[in-house]
């Protein structure tokens, strides 16, 4: 259904099989930049995101517990964008930092979502992502950064 989008050496994301969902797993040399490319593979199942120009910019942020609420809250703002504003996105600058609040150890992300209107006539329609699930998320900061995010289709 989707293939690798770069050689091996310099992969951002894949795909693997699920039943009746669609995972992927992202990697970056930055947690940053394994969250855009995150990002990407999740338009990437909406859409062919090389098509996608970047005409609108959406700033989020984001505030959460973990690395893994964070990545959930994250893809989740991304997928209530292209729901409610019928938005596709193809390019991300993420920060995440740490910072105390409260004595609490909160994550923190802000991002800026390069995209455009989803156009019917330029871009194809690939499957309708539901939802983001937390079932077998996993965020792994060994050496370089790899998450695995199953999206309900």
């Keep these: 259904m989707f293939t690798k ?5 310099n992969l951002k994301y ?30 990437e199942v909406i859409t062919d ?3 996608v120009e970047h005409r609108i910019i959406k700033k989020i942020k984001i505030e959460a517990e973990d690395e893994c609420s964070t990545l959930y809250e994250w893809l989740s703002e991304l997928l209530f964008l292209h729901d409610t504003e019928n938005l596709v996105f193809s390019k991300f600058n993420v920060k995440l930092y740490r910072k105390l609040k409260n004595e609490t150890k909160i994550f923190y992300l802000e991002a800026l979502a390069f995209g455009e209107q989803f156009n019917p006539e330029v871009h194809e329609k690939r499957s ?11 965020v792994n900061l060994e050496d370089t950064c790899e998450l695995q995010v199953i999206l309900d289709i």
């Excluded at 989008?5 to 050496?9: F, K, L, W």
């Excluded at 539901?130 to 996993?138: L, P, Q, R, S």
């Design 5 to 9: 989008n770069d050689s091996e050496e």
């Design 128 to 138: 309708e992502v539901k939802a983001v699930t937390y079932h077998m998320m996993e």
């Design 14 to 43: 894949e795909f693997f099989d699920v039943t009746a969902d669609v995972g992927f797993k992202a990697y970056g040399d930055t947690i940053d930049v394994a969250f855009s490319n995150a990002a990407i593979a999740m338009f």
């Design 49 to 51: 995101t090389s098509k």
